[in-house]
DNA sequence: CCTACCGATCGGTAGG
DNA sequence: CCTACCGATCGGTAGG
């Protein structure tokens, strides 16, 4: 049962600097299902991202489906993990609503990858990504939505702000244009993509021009 | 050479009340497209929707890659019809940025597949998107750009809009909203979707906040 | 617009 | 983790 099994492996199997087989083979699908998508990835071009052969990956997800899963769930378990720590600052003097879009920007800037594959699992399952936030993140939105709403009573909101939808568009202002921001600058520029960071700067300020109440 | 060839067309090819076979296929693709993917869309899907065999519709598009041109370019045909009209009006009463973001936003609600598309040509095909989008309309929206800055100059608009940059951003948020808005309500609810309504509402009250200036 | 067909590639299995 | 293999489906062609 047991016996034998590390006669059957490769030396690749262990952590040679590059990490695990089963991290790299993850990092390897996340790259490519975001950059062309799940039905466009096969699994043969994964594996030989990894340098293995196709029944290798399969020894690791028993299927494309179970190897989605995977990649997915780690995006997921990030934010599990990252948001208790956000929204429960030691210190309160910082504004709760910028510090996690902050948050959720450098996330995404951080591997683009991220975005694309948000987005991609947006359009190809939109129900079920539309379970999947509201079982996993749903307690969390709710608390930044009750936070927004005392923000507005104390007057440092905007009282016209619509608070849930809100949230929801920040988040698809962020991934919006992270995945496709470079893409869509080809409206106003006929030479290269437009840096990141300007995008994200207007992003920042719109964001906040829309939220903020003026102080004149 | 043209002898026969009614012999070798069916009643469907004539327009029957659905349109043409080749409008008819135009419609499943974008349809098909938008809703799997590219990749995830098989020709053998797209010809079972129109009701053909599928050499037939390579009858009328040579190539797969042939069809998702025709199908893009539909798209791209009523923008450049649109755009003249929309920024030469008749009355100058109105502003011109908000009418071409609510015909932009009648555009994509009007048929959400057309929003998903756009999304996914973004994702799948960056560089050529980029291309497509400063070769068609990079004029246009340079227009808007200068309108938008005399607008700055009036006082009607904030001083601190890049408006390049708030193009690009109007741009994403309409489309991104369309396209997976609302999935990504999933955060903030766990009931169904939200109306698309509510979303559009709430973008276009953030256009507006961080468009024009106060006027206590 | 259809029938008949093709080579290539797909996800996945058997078995070691 | 590999070799050998499988049925199904892919985009596309020949020919009428």
Redesign the pocket.
Known sequence: MQAGREF???????DNGHG???ER?LKEALYLFSERG??G???????DA??????????????????RRHVLESLVAYWKNELPRILTPADSSSDRLVSTMTSLINFFVEDLNRARLVVRELLDRPEETFALLSEQFSPWTRLIGDYLRMGQQSGLYRKDVAPELFIVQVLVMVIGTVAIGGATSGLVSTESYTPRGLLIKELVRIVQASLYSEQP
């Open positions: 059957l492996m490769k030396e690749t199997d262990l695990t087989v089963k083979i799940f039905e990835t096969s699994l043969q071009s994964i594996a990894v340098g293995i052969q196709k029944p290798s990956l399969i020894y690791h997800f028993p299927s494309k489906e179970d190897l």
